[in-house]
T-cell receptor, first 115, second 113 residues
Framework: AQSVTQLGSHVSVSEGALVLLRCNYS??????LFWYVQYPNQGLQLLLK??????LVKGINGFEAEFKKSETSFHLTKPSAHMSDAAEYFC?????????????FGKGTMLLVSP | DVKVTQSSRYLVKRTGEKVFLECVQD?????MFWYRQDPGLGLRLIYF???????EKGDIPEGYSVSREKKERFSLILESASTNQTSMYLC????????????FGNGTRLTVT
């Protein structure tokens, strides 16, 4: 069964510092991978997705993620954190469910940004 | 923009009550999903639907049922609410193409006392 593991339930950075949120996946087939963001009191929004094209995927708000098959990883990065990036981030992998494709989400990483 | 609307932002119900959570999307999406979100557990899929009157169990369907009588509406039903169903419930929709992005509502925070 497909699954994702997000390392670190909380990550703290200073404004302007590099953001690195870790995600490792487990999949028996080539995976499709996603990062979603959830701002306080809102639903989730898609940041970016990997669907077996380029291994470096660029998303919204300056975020990007690199698919590394050898490491089974799909870590999310941003060169310089902004206060507005404070939110919870979820990695997700495609999974087959009763013959249909669904998403399995990780447990989430809360990003805290300090001035 | 796609809009997914969940009828209630906060809901408080008593143990044993029958509870209906409603979700409506306005973009003619074929696929609709119900997740529950709990701290430290992330999102877990309860039920999903790929067409009107069609439903499939997700990872944690026990204690829940769903109804999809119209394409735009997907209802989650708690037949007899229990305290362990206190949670945030998120509805999502997507186009018919596999792995199209999910569009989420803002969630319903249900408390069962």
């Amino acid at each position: 069964a497909q699954s994702v593991t997000q390392l670190g339930s909380h990550v703290s950075v200073s404004e302007g510092a590099l953001v690195l949120l870790r995600c490792n996946y487990s999949s028996s087939v080539p995976p499709y991978l996603f990062w979603y963001v959830q701002y306080p009191n809102q639903g989730l929004q898609l940041l970016l997705k990997y669907t077996s094209a380029a291994t470096l995927v660029k998303g919204i708000n300056g975020f990007e993620a690199e698919f590394k098959k050898s490491e089974t990883s799909f870590h999310l990065t941003k060169p310089s954190a902004h206060m507005s990036d404070a939110a919870e981030y979820f990695c997700a992998v495609s999974a087959m469910n009763s013959g249909y494709s669904t998403l399995t989400f990780g447990k989430g990483t809360m990003l805290l940004v300090s001035p | 923009d796609v809009k997914v609307t969940q009828s209630s932002r906060y809901l408080v119900k008593r143990t044993g009550e029958k509870v209906f959570l409603e979700c409506v999307q306005d973009m003619d999406h074929e696929n609709m999903f119900w997740y529950r979100q709990d701290p430290g557990l992330g999102l877990r899929l309860i039920y999903f639907s790929y067409d009107v009157k069609m439903k499939e169990k997700g990872d944690i369907p026990e204690g829940y049922s769903v109804s999809r009588e119209k394409k735009e509406r997907f209802s989650l039903i708690l037949e007899s609410a229990s305290t362990n169903q206190t949670s945030m419930y998120l509805c999502a929709s997507s186009l018919g193409v596999n792995l199209a992005p999910l569009h989420f509502g803002n969630g319903t925070r249900l408390t069962v006392t």
